[in-house]
Structures are given as C-alpha cells and as structure tokens.
C-alpha cells in the first residue's frame, strides 16, 4: 500500500511563497531606498545651483559696486590734486604780492629812519636780511638811525652794527666821516604777529 505525505507538499509551497514576497519587499524596499537617494541628491543638486547663481549675482553686484567706489576714490584723488594745486598757487600769489609790497615798505622806512647827518651808500637784500652801508657825521646819528629802524615795527629788534670806523681826513676842514656797516632783519607787523605764540596762563589751584 502506497502512502503520499501531501502535508510536506503543502509546506514546501508555504515556504517558496514566503521565501518570494520576502524577496519582494527586499526589492521594493530597496527601490524605495534608491528613489529617496537620488530625490535627495536631485534637490540638494538644484539647491547648490540656486546658491552658486546667487553667489555668481552677489560677485557681480560686488564688483560693480567696487567699480563705483574705484571712480568715486579717483574723483576724489583727483579733487585733492587740484585743491592742493590751487593751495600752491594761493601761496604763491601771496608771495609774489608780499615780494611786490615788501621792498617798498622796506624802503619808505629806510628813508624815514635816516638822520639829517647821515647818508646811505649801499642796500644789499638777502632774502629777510638786509645790508646797509653809509656814511654819517657822528656815531650819534649812527645809534638814531638804529634806534629809528627798530622803531618801525618793518625791522626786527637787535639792529646789528657791524661796522663802525673814522675815515681819514681830506683835507684838514673836511668834517669827521664815520663808515659803518648795519644789518636787519626786515619783517611786516602782519608776519611778526602771526609768528607770535600766546602761551596758556597757568591755572591756580
């Protein structure tokens, strides 16, 4: 008699079915896995994008904005070029007008310092200082001219007397001639007051 275990068929069909949906969710699992990766690696791709064209508008904006600001700073180079041009040419025209004024004034108080005994022979001028040579009758009217120079306010004070000496006699009538030699400094009342320097009182506790 001739048995047939038809349980054990049924169990191994049991087992392949399991054994397939098995591989079937490993497959799907596995697709879904994929799907989500590359949908992750999609979006962060456009997301770079998005930044690098963002930070490509940024570079442009910035560099245009560097292109203003470098025409701006050369407009203001060039402006300080200029003032100082015109600050140059301001001093210069105010040299030129001191130079102009300066030896008339110098004169003018030259010839109203001199003493009735007293005569100029030469007037050399070197830059501010200023050599007089002349002649006068008596070292008296020699101290007055001095004194008349300092007076003015044109000179400063301290005229030098650099020389001062008898010269001989002609002729037995001739009157007694003294040569001598001065030197100044010419300076305008405006400039001396300009040079001066108000020191702070002191402050008492």
Known sequence: ????????????????????????????ACSLVLVLALVAIGWRYMSLNSESKQLDIDIANSQQEASRLHAIILQVQEFEQRKAQLQQRV????????????????????????????WLTTLKQDDTAITIDGRCTSLTALS???????ATGYFKKSVEILSSQ?????????????????KAMFITPGDAAAKVVVKPAAVKN
């Open 1 to 28: 008699m001739i048995r047939i275990n038809l349980l054990a068929v049924e169990r191994d069909r049991t087992k392949k079915k399991s054994t397939f949906l098995t591989g079937q969710k490993v497959t799907i």
């Open 91 to 118: 001093v210069l025209i105010e040299q030129l007008r001191k130079s102009q004024t300066g030896p008339v004034h110098m004169l003018d108080q030259i010839s109203r310092s001199l003493p009735p005994s007293l």
């Open 144 to 150: 007055d001219f001095v004194a008349n120079l300092e």
């Open 166 to 182: 008898l010269e001989t006699k002609t002729t037995v009538t001739a009157p007694d001639v003294v040569k001598f030699s001065v």
